[in-house]
Nanobody
């Protein structure tokens, strides 16, 4: 069973930055396609960003494109989400997700991931 542990969330003012990290346990990290999702109170969990196993392919939600950057370091077994120019509407619990089943390189749907972290709270004040 793979466990994902997120860190790096917190409270930041609008326009500020945060860097989220995700550390998976278990099998070789490079075998997982990785993604970040978020869920605001009263809303469904939504896709934020995805990265392929090698890190060569990236995909972003339109709402974060140009502000957020997803990356991974397969040597250190870590994935990251750099969030810049944060807005109050970015406030949510952010989840790291991993998948080792699909042959697709970037995955954007909740059901496509088979491993999830517990989430880390990001709060952006206006």
């Amino acid at each position: 069973q793979v466990q994902l542990v997120e860190s790096g969330g917190g409270l930041v003012q609008a326009g500020g930055s945060l860097r989220l990290s995700c550390v998976p346990s278990g099998r070789t990290f490079s075998t997982y396609a990785m993604g970040w999702f978020r869920q605001a109170p009263g809303k469904e969990r939504e896709f934020v960003a995805a990265i392929s196993r090698s890190g060569s392919r990236l995909y972003y939600a339109d709402s974060v494109k140009g502000r957020f950057t997803i990356s991974r370091d397969n040597a250190k077994n870590m994935a990251f989400l750099q969030m810049n120019s944060l807005k109050p509407e970015d406030t949510a619990i952010y989840y790291c997700a991993a998948d080792d089943r699909s042959s697709s390189s970037v995955l954007t749907r909740v059901y496509q991931y088979n491993y999830w972290g517990q989430g880390t709270q990001v709060t952006v004040s206006s």
